[in-house]
């Protein structure tokens, strides 16, 4: 496909079209800190940043950015106090109801990347609802992680290999890297390029561990609501400005257009 100006209207000037990262992942964090902050409860933080993911989906939209991949909720999370654990429920249906119609209109496809069977019913409904809607959608690809745990992901894809091989539908050799990845929830997607992570903290909180093997990580001291154009157009502008050697010699995104 040839890109012209048109696709990218309103790339700043200083960002290669042709290597922008396909996939960007992004540990949304510093919510409570941001909320605390300003002198408002940690929930705030949320609401908040639920604004920023809306503006960086846009942003991917405006720029051609094929897939954007957030961890909206952990394995962990559960353990946070019951009233903030069912606010992001609520903030979750919430956002789904108020802005799916926009998703479909603008071209995303929405998928959510975890174990879904703890959720409320009718949030579990609507995000079944919006899959399913937003299935042909090629514009952007939407993953969002909610109770996502990366160590129990890799856990249930050996299990599912394991039946595969007891059934006899692949042979033990069978199993190798291209296996173990169509076992995984990130099936059929390609590896993020760039995971931004925000609020000073630089660790990857189980969040993809075998998608993110090569991927460029980007730490900023910004918390996650105050992560906006500007802070993701710096961060584009440093992943541009990396060699990515994925083990072999120097090659640089500019200059190959990944
Ligand atoms: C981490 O900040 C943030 C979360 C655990 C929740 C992220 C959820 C949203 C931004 C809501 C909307 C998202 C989508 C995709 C619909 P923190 O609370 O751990 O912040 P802290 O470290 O400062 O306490």
Redesign the pocket.
Same mark, same amino acid.
């Given at each position: 496909m040839t890109l012209t100006s048109d696709d990218y209207f309103s790339l700043p000037a200083d960002l290669h079209p042709q290597a922008l990262p396909a996939h960007v992942a992004v540990i949304?964090?510093?919510?409570?800190?941001?909320a605390?902050r300003q002198g408002l409860p940690?929930v705030a933080?949320?609401r908040q940043?639920?604004k920023?993911?809306k503006d960086l989906l846009r942003c991917c939209n405006d720029w051609g950015i094929g897939a954007l991949t *957030?961890?909206?909720?952990?394995t962990e999370?559960w353990r946070r106090p019951m009233e903030e654990v069912n606010f992001?429920m609520r903030?979750?249906d919430r956002?789904l109801r108020r802005e799916l119609a926009e998703m479909q209109q603008e071209g995303v496809r929405i998928q959510f990347l975890g174990d879904l069977s703890p959720l409320p019913e009718r949030l579990r409904s609507l995000m079944a609802e919006a899959m399913a809607l937003t299935r042909p959608n090629q514009r952007v690809q939407f993953n *969002?992680a909610v109770n996502y745990g990366g160590r129990e992901e890799l856990v249930n894809a050996a299990r599912n290999l394991a039946h595969q091989v007891m059934s006899g539908t692949i042979s033990l050799d069978g199993i190798d890297e291209a296996a173990l990845g169509r076992a995984l929830l990130t099936e059929g997607l390609s590896d993020p390029d760039l995971l931004i992570r925000t609020?000073g903290e630089q660790r990857l909180s189980n969040f993809l561990p075998w998608q993110l093997a090569y991927t460029e990580l980007y730490f900023t001291d910004q918390?996650?609501p105050e992560f906006d154009r500007a802070a993701f157009h710096q961060a584009l502008h440093w992943y541009q400005s990396r060699q990515r050697r994925f083990g072999g010699l120097a090659r640089s995104p500019i200059a190959h257009g990944f």
């Open positions: 949304m964090d510093g919510n409570g800190r941001w605390t940690r933080g949320h940043g639920a920023t993911v *957030v961890y909206a909720f952990s999370n992001l903030l979750f956002l *969002v609020s918390l996650w």
